[in-house]
Nanobody, 123 residues
Framework: QVQLVESGGGLVQVGGSLRLSCEAS????????KGWFRQAPGKEREFVAA????????YYSDSAQGRFTISRDNAKNSVYLQMNSLKPEDTAVYYC????????????????WGKGTLVTVSS
């Protein structure tokens, strides 16, 4: 069973940066597209960013565009989310996901999910 394990969350001040990591337990998902979602308290889970298998194609939500960067290292079976210029509204649990498709609007339809890492942006 594939496991995705996120790390790198924590408490950061407004305007600060964090880098999230997600490592997969099985090399099977090297051939999967990867994405990051987030869920703020009392809100629905929402898409943040995605990257294709090769790392050559990326896709961002409007809120992430220009501030966040998704990347992957297939040798380490990992995907990353560099988050800069953080705002209080970025506070959420961030989830890593892996899927063979590219339909990131299917928020709960991803094949594999991590358990999440909490990011708190304080003002």
């Amino acid at each position: 069973q594939v496991q995705l394990v996120e790390s790198g969350g924590g408490l950061v001040q407004v305007g600060g940066s964090l880098r999230l990591s997600c490592e997969a337990s099985e090399r099977t998902v090297i051939g999967y597209n990867k994405g990051w979602f987030r869920q703020a308290p009392g809100k629905e889970r929402e898409f943040v960013a995605a990257i294709d298998v090769s790392g050559g194609i990326t896709y961002y939500s409007d809120s992430a565009q220009g501030r966040f960067t998704i990347s992957r290292d297939n040798a380490k079976n990992s995907v990353y989310l560099q988050m800069n210029s953080l705002k209080p509204e970025d506070t959420a649990v961030y989830y890593c996901a892996a899927d063979r498709g590219w339909e990131w609007h299917r928020t709960y339809g991803m094949e594999y999910w991590g358990k999440g890492t909490l990011v708190t942006v304080s003002s």
